[in-house]
Nanobody, 117 residues
Framework: QVHLVESGGGLVQAGGSLTLSCVASGTIFGDLIMGWHRQPPGKQRELVAQIDSGYATYYGDFVAGRFTISRDNAKSTVYLRMSSLKPEDTADYYC???????????WGQGTQVTVSS
């Protein structure tokens, strides 16, 4: 069972930066494809970014170079560095994981990010 715990959310002004962290436990971290999803108020969840065990990354189109996903396998941690934040980035951000050979997604409890204008 993969257990994910996010931290780092909060309130930030537009144009500011924030870094989210997610610690995974219960499995071999290197076997996981890690990601971040978000759910803005009243909207559906969407994929923000993903990083696989080979450090290949994928970003949603709306990221437009503003966010960076990274992982530290020694710490079983994935990060999402968010810069140039906009009010529309306000959302609950969820850490996700799936095994590199395919599996259902595991989800963290979420952390709230609010960007004020």
């Amino acid at each position: 069972q993969v257990h994910l715990v996010e931290s780092g959310g909060g309130l930030v002004q537009a144009g500011g930066s924030l870094t989210l962290s997610c610690v995974a436990s219960g499995t071999i971290f290197g076997d996981l494809i890690m990601g971040w999803h978000r759910q803005p108020p009243g909207k559906q969840r969407e994929l923000v970014a993903q990083i696989d065990s080979g450090y290949a990354t994928y970003y949603g189109d709306f990221v437009a170079g503003r966010f960076t996903i990274s992982r530290d396998n020694a710490k079983s941690t994935v990060y999402l560095r968010m810069s140039s934040l906009k009010p529309e980035d306000t959302a609950d951000y969820y850490c996700t994981a799936q095994y590199r050979w395919g599996s259902d997604d595991f989800w963290g409890q979420g952390t709230q990010v609010t960007v004020s204008s």
